[in-house]
């Protein structure tokens, strides 16, 4: 990742809207050729935070700069952005292709050229023969793509994307964030994108930021924030996590302070196994049992709260797993995998 | 209870007699007396009236329809059509704005507000206003006097010298006829117009800034083609309205003919039913015809 210029800079950049701060003293470089998550709750400010990048709002204070460009004043369309919204916002009265084209036609692309770059954009997002389609007529998924050709074929420096699976099934949410990812790695151009679903923000993103109420709450690549999060926040919206605090973790760990582990790094073992000398450990009772396919959730009740702790289904069956409920048992966890976080 | 229960129960998995039990009244109402007076009025029309007897005969003829082309019947036609669409054409450069700020900006109270205004003239009587129109507009009325004090006399002055459109004064012009069949149907070209650009989404708007329009060229190439089916909405209520009017030209101008007063001088005092049925068909006709070309100019493909 080149250290120049970013792409993006945010420099404690706040939009208020009356009383309310949806963006609250943001700080956030997105380096060149990145695809960069924007994750976190609804109201948290991530959208807010894109249409300061696009240019549909200015910030209350603060400075957004594109390339080193600082952006106080520039409107929308002389911005080297392209947007994918959320409700895809085709023009309902044009065709595929002209909605493609729209760009192109502000340039004034000659025809003959246009045409043969919308059709290329189409195909690239495997819509070929689509041109004089109306948006009415098209799937949500189809529409999906429509809007990213839509966008690309300006060739902007940097592509924004609100929550542009959201309205999609499952499966084809799926398969749209292969076929994103793979045509961000074909055109090299900086992606922003902003998720609600923490998943979708860890498979897909080289690097994420996590808001909350206006803030950013931590940044890094997704292993760092999955592995490490660094506020309860995080720990808590990225994944599920157990928070050990207080006296719990004052016996456990032999601190005070606030811990989190992952629920899944967590073994459940017979009463009065070994505990190795690298790791923490707690006794309990399986509380509840959640049979979930792949896996199974376990709910154990510890002296001053209860620990979830997941566990792979290799040789157990679902009876097995539900048999378990009201059993004593030792949890095991490395002390590697217990972070201590702020509040 | 038991009874509305089981009422309801039997019509809710016979959805076919809900639909005759709510349709019946409406499409009776619509072949009887609608449909029916409309197609009687047609048939009418191609009667004609015996100059010599001065009775109507009751037998399939033209004559009727060649006499709309006589000078003076053509003119009438004419006049109307013209002032139908200058009324028209006003109206949509008074009402876009205003129903743009309605529909786009205008939030809470201000909306509601807004929304009374434009149809709080339509709640007192249309004869009441357009009467209270003559007085503004006479040569001693408020107009004359507001002008005269901004020292604008002279504009006045020069506007009523105009031919055609000018005259002795305000409210004895096609101007000040104009200005009144403005005022009285522009609640039906903002209303239609802000109902179809309130369903332009703000995100279509913010697409075309973002892929690099300025906003005139998202206004031409987004906002209008979308708004467009409400303005052709409101220019049929304005068009038509005004086509068939024939209290404004009785009451304001120069008294001079236009086809709603035509058609009620010819079946009152004329008795010649057969030539007012004609007229009456011509406004009929100019819609049908200015729909069409409506919709050749794809007014209607966003809906």
């Excluded at chain 1, 369309?77 to 919204?85: K, L, P, S």
């Excluded at chain 1, 707690?282 to 509840?288: E, K």
């Excluded at chain 2, 149907?185 to 995100?203: D, F, G, N, Q």
């Amino acid at each position: 990742m080149s250290q120049s210029v970013p792409a993006i800079r945010l420099k404690e950049v706040s939009r208020h809207f009356g009383a309310v701060k949806a963006v609250d003293g943001v700080n956030l470089d997105v380096q060149d050729g990145e695809f960069f998550s924007m994750l976190g709750p609804s109201g948290s400010g991530k959208t807010t935070c894109l249409r300061l990048i696009a240019g549909f709002e200015q910030p209350t204070t603060g400075s957004v700069q594109l390339y080193g460009a600082e952006m106080a004043g520039v409107p929308p369309y002389e911005r080297d952005v392209n947007t994918v919204f959320q409700d895809y916002a085709l023009f309902p009265h044009m065709t595929v292709g002209q909605n493609v084209a729209y760009g192109l036609m502000i340039k004034k692309v000659a025809k003959t050229e246009r045409d043969r770059r919308v059709a290329d954009m189409l195909d690239m997002v495997q819509l070929g023969g689509f041109q004089n389609r109306k948006p009415s007529q098209l799937s949500g998924g189809q529409r999906q793509r429509v809007a990213l050709a839509r966008a690309l074929i300006n060739q902007p420096r940097v592509l924004l994307l609100d929550e542009p699976l959201g309205a999609l099934d499952l499966k084809l949410r799926q398969q749209m964030q292969i076929e994103l990812k793979t045509i961000q790695k074909q055109v090299g151009i900086t992606f922003i994108f902003v998720t609600h679903d923490q998943e979708e923000a860890l498979t897909m993103s080289d690097r994420l930021a996590v808001f909350n109420q206006g803030k950013i709450e931590q940044v890094g690549s997704p292993a760092e924030v999955y592995e490490h999060p660094s506020t309860r926040f995080v720990a808590g919206f990225v994944g599920t996590s157990n928070l050990i605090e207080h006296e719990t973790a004052k016996r456990i760990v032999g601190e005070p302070g606030t811990y989190s582990v992952r629920p899944e790094k967590i073994r459940l073992c017979p009463p009065d196994s070994p505990i190795p000398n690298d790791s923490f450990a707690a006794d309990g009772t399986i509380q509840d049992v959640v049979y979930l396919g792949v896996n199974t959730r376990y709910v154990v009740q510890i002296a001053g709260g209860e620990l979830t702790v997941v566990e792979q289904n290799l040789d157990s069956t679902s009876m097995d797993a539900l048999a378990a409920r009201g059993r004593p048992v030792r949890l095991i966890w490395q002390k590697a995998h217990m972070r201590s976080i702020s509040d | 209870m038991v009874a509305t229960r089981r009422i309801a129960n039997f019509l809710y998995v016979r959805p076919w007699l809900t639909l005759i039990l709510m349709l019946t009244l409406p499409l009776l109402w619509l072949g009887v007396f609608y449909l029916g007076s409309l197609s009687a009025l047609l048939v009418q029309s191609f009667f004609y009236l015996d100059s010599f007897s001065g009775t109507i005969v009751r037998q399939f003829s033209w004559r009727t329809y060649g006499d709309l082309f006589t000078p003076s019947n053509l003119d009438v036609v004419l006049r109307t059509a013209g002032m139908a669409a200058a009324v028209t054409i006003g109206s949509v450069f008074i009402a876009f704005p205003l129903a743009y700020y309605m529909a786009r900006y205008a939030t809470g109270r201000t909306r509601g507000l807004l929304y009374l205004g434009v149809t709080l003239p339509l709640w007192s009587s249309y004869l009441v206003r357009v009467y209270s129109w003559k007085l503004i507009l006479a040569k001693e009325g408020l107009l004359t006097w507001v002008i005269s004090r901004l020292g604008l006399s002279g504009v006045l002055d020069g506007l009523l010298s105009l031919p055609v459109i000018g005259g002795p004064s305000l409210s004895f012009s096609y101007f000040g006829m104009f200005l009144v069949f403005m005022y009285v149907w522009l609640p039906y070209m903002i209303l239609p117009i802000s109902a179809a650009l309130e369903r332009v989404p703000r995100s279509v708007i913010d697409a075309s800034a973002d892929l690099g329009a300025r906003p005139g060229y998202t206004f031409r190439t987004v906002i209008l083609p979308l708004a467009f089916p409400g303005v052709v909405a409101g220019s049929i209520f304005t068009f038509s309205l005004t086509l068939g009017d024939y209290i404004i030209p009785k009451v304001v101008g120069d008294s001079s003919y236009f086809i709603g007063s035509v058609v009620l001088t010819q079946q009152g005092t004329a008795g010649n039913i057969p030539l007012a049925a004609a007229f009456t068909v011509v406004p009929i006709a100019i819609m049908g015809v200015y729909l069409l070309m409506a919709r050749r100019m794809g007014a209607f493909d966003a809906l």
